[in-house]
């Protein structure tokens, strides 16, 4: 799970809007939409502390999923902010290998 969260983060400072629209297969938000919040936030994102991908804190099991799946809360970093109030939503599911499902389920400040 960390490596799927760093590896979305990571799209998302990079701003491969596209990139993330395709691994989640355009479900929930699409490249614009989360282009579009970004820009609303007005900061620069950064790529967070990596001690915080090793201890993911906001995970919750999703118990009525056919598969096993996870809510995940990620806080995002500026460089204006450091931590700050914008929050990436993801539905993690599993999928029998190493990698897992990606659902962006929501980019928003909490």
């Given at each position: 799970m960390r490596d799927t969260v760093h590896q979305v983060v990571g799209m998302l400072v990079a701003g491969d809007y596209a990139g993330l629209e395709a691994v989640s297969r355009g479900r929930r938000l699409t490249a614009e939409q989360l282009r579009q919040a970004v820009e609303e936030y007005g900061r620069e994102l950064r790529m967070p502390p990596e001690p915080v991908f090793d201890?993911?804190?906001d995970?919750?099991?999703l118990e009525d999923a056919t598969r096993r799946a996870w809510s995940v809360l990620v806080d995002l970093w500026t460089v204006e902010e450091g931590r700050s109030d914008l929050t990436l939503e993801l539905v993690l599911t599993e999928t029998g290998g190493e990698q897992?499902?990606?659902q962006i389920w929501d980019l928003h400040v909490l």
């Open positions: 201890d993911i804190e995970v919750i099991e897992y499902d990606i």
